[in-house]
């Protein structure tokens, strides 16, 4: 494993799409061991705000197995990060990633990405967020997009396939014995 002393911190969108379209749960079970063995290892997370947003089914996602999976407590315990986000950074995430002067709509419509990016932000040499959305530099206030937040706010961003690279998985993985 080449990526050890880096901790990926996962947006919504990377379980919610990982399970819809090219590992889901039914098919490539080995995937969703071993990011809960990553997660067990410290290396891979989400924080509570993020982890929330999938596992209350709202938004995107929908009451399936990822919903199912992530509402039981083992899971749930070893993949949120147990820490705070701290206000003053997330006030910074939103001031220099989308706009420092919001409305209530444009706060709702960013939804919980500034917390997951000041999380990273927080600790940005040892932290990276880890989301499927693509760079669209030209988008503007709320419309931003996560790889351009994260660039804004000095934070490393990576898509899935990159922290898998980094993280070493493989289909053939097995779980270490105890």
Request: glycine letters at 6%; charged letters at 30%; aromatic letters at 8%.
């Amino acid at each position: 494993m080449t990526g050890g002393t880096k901790l990926y911190l996962l947006d919504a969108n990377v379980l919610i799409t990982a399970n819809r379209d090219y590992y889901s749960m039914e098919m490539v079970p080995v995937f969703w061991d071993w990011l809960l063995h990553m997660a067990e290892l410290g290396h891979v997370k989400m924080p509570l705000e993020t982890l929330e947003e999938v596992r209350d089914g709202g938004g995107k996602a929908k009451k399936d197995a990822l919903v199912t999976w992530l509402n039981r407590a083992d899971v749930y315990k070893k993949l949120v990060l147990d820490e705070d986000a701290d206000p003053g950074i997330v006030t910074e995430v939103i001031a220099k990633g989308y706009a420092p002067d919001l409305d209530d709509t444009e706060l709702d419509e960013v939804g919980r990405d500034p917390f997951l990016i000041a999380y990273a932000a927080a600790d940005p040499d040892n932290r990276v967020v880890v989301s499927i959305e693509v760079s669209s530099p030209a988008k503007k206030r709320a419309n931003r997009r996560v790889p351009d937040v994260c660039r804004d706010n000095s934070v490393t961003c990576c898509n899935t396939f990159a922290m898998l690279r980094d993280l070493g998985f493989t289909t053939t993985w097995v779980k270490p014995a105890d």
